[in-house]
Every structure is written in C-alpha cells, then in structure tokens.
C-alpha cells in the first residue's frame, strides 16, 4: 500500500512538473520578439547625426560670448592653412616632437581659449577623440623629407550662395564625416567671421542644414530656370 501511494504521489509531482514547465513556456512563447537596446544619450535622434550634439553643453556659453574683434578669423585665413580644400589644416605654430600624442594638442584644441604666445584663439577640433594628430595635420615649415605636390586646387566655397531657395537656411557644402561637430567651427571666438553663426543655442543643425554632394559655386544649385518660372 505504502509503494502505491509512493508512485501515484511521484506521477502527481512529475504532472505538476510538466504543467509548471509547459505553461512557462507557453507564456513565453506568447511574448514578442525583440532586441534589447542598451540606454543611450543619443536616443532621441539619429546615431549618423549624433556628433552635433557632442558640444551642446558650450551652445548657451557660445551664444553669450561677447564679439572680440580685434582677434577675429577670418574665412580667407581659415582656408589659407590648407594644402587644398577638403584638406586637414596644417599646424600654423612651432611644434616640439617630443610634446606631441596623445593629450598634448587637446590642451588648446579640445575647448578652445585665448592663447597669449600667438595672441589668438585656439581652433576647436571636432573630434577630440582621434589624439593621433599628426597622423593628418602637419606642421608648416617643418623639415620634412615629404615636399608639397602639385595638389588640385578646388576653389573654396563661398558664404551666402548655397542656399536651395532664397530665404532658406544654407547647405552645408562639405563632408560631415570627422565634421560632425557642427559648433567646434562654427561658434566660439575662435570660429571664422563669416561663418559664425547667429544661433548656436539651435544644437540640432541638421534639422535645418543638409549637405550637398558638390562645392557650392557662385550659382545656387538650385537656380529656377525661365521655364521654371513659367510653369
């Protein structure tokens, strides 16, 4: 009698067993598939846009920063400091080997300042993370086994005549990769005269702003025809 009870009882446990099991799975099998996202500050806009974003925390101090123009850039100066446009800017300042890597350049270059010794501001990079520096920007006059080639020369753009339509907000008529970081050229007193703009509070740039393919000439690429304008 005391075997029976012992097997009906093992059978009852190994039921209750099966039915616990079984109904989990069930009620997982009801849930829906999906990929578990890991938070992120960049949740609320696109990750290909995020980089405008990384120096917003400056948009209000930029904003409030009085005009010092006895130092500002300008345009011509900016582009002046490149092999070609498009290029990396070259070091315009004497450089020591030895100081160079890692977090030697971002001393001046990660949050900009006034830099008494060459009495300007110092540029703001816009991707402070690559610390290589010279694996792009080189130093001028500097003795080098490299000497400058016959590079193309592509006429820069110029400022008030990239606009789709007339009234509308400018193109931007450059790469944005390793430019992502929209304020790092064009806020602060460090940016250059002409494209310094009226509202670095407005960090989302690319709401408005959106690249175009080409170097912007001095004809709009979006200039109406008479055709157009008879339609």
């Avoid at 300007?120 to 010279?134: F, G, L, Q």
């Avoid at 920007?137 to 400058?148: E, G, I, M, R, W």
């Avoid at 931007?172 to 602060?188: D, F, K, T, V, Y």
Wanted: include cysteine; charge should be positive; hydrophobic fraction near 30%.
């Amino acid at each position: 009698m005391k075997k029976r009870l012992g097997i009906i009882s093992l059978f009852v446990l190994l039921f209750i067993a099966f039915i616990t099991i079984w109904n989990f799975s069930y009620q997982q099998g009801l849930e829906e598939g999906y990929i578990p996202v890991e938070e992120s500050t960049s949740k609320h806009y696109l990750p290909s846009e995020a980089g405008v974003f990384e120096r917003s925390e400056y948009a209000v101090e930029y904003s409030n920063m009085p005009v010092d123009k006895n130092h500002q850039r300008l345009l011509k100066d900016y582009y002046k400091n490149r092999a070609y446009h498009g290029a990396p800017p070259s070091i315009p300042h004497p450089v020591k080997e030895m100081n160079l890597g890692e977090n030697t350049c971002l001393q001046c270059h990660q949050n900009g300042g006034f830099v008494n010794k060459y009495d300007a501001y110092a540029p703001v990079t816009p991707h402070p993370e690559m610390i290589n520096c010279r694996q792009c920007h080189v130093a001028q006059n500097s003795n080098t086994l490299f000497k400058p080639a016959n590079l193309a020369q592509v006429k820069a753009p110029k400022v008030g005549v990239n606009n789709a339509l007339i009234g509308t907000p400018p193109m931007i008529p450059h790469q944005i990769q390793m430019r992502e970081n929209c304020l790092s050229c064009h806020a602060g007193p460090a940016a250059p005269k002409e494209i310094r703009v009226t509202h670095p509070e407005r960090v989302n740039c690319r709401q408005c702003h959106v690249p175009t393919d080409r170097v912007v000439s001095d004809i709009a690429p979006f200039t109406r025809t008479k055709s157009d304008n008879n339609e």
